[in-house]
């Protein structure tokens, strides 16, 4: 019997066109909008990276 993925921390990269870089931004909205009232500046600044990482895509595609 598997307990699955046992680790304290888990790294997600946001950057790129990849299934795994779109699921790392939706994680990390998702985990932004739900810290938000304990930490609006960790939220902010999550969400603008994801944003960013989503804009930087957008633009590079013709």
């Known amino acids: 019997m ?7 921390y888990f790294v997600l990269k946001p950057a790129g066109d990849d ?7 939706a994680a990390m909205r998702q985990y932004a909008r739900l810290i938000r009232e304990e930490n609006q500046g960790l939220h902010d600044d999550l969400v603008a990276w994801a944003d960013r990482e989503q804009f930087v895509l957008m633009e590079s595609k013709p």
């Open 2 to 8: 598997s307990n699955g993925l046992l680790m304290k």
């Open 19 to 25: 299934a795994y870089a779109k699921a790392s931004r």
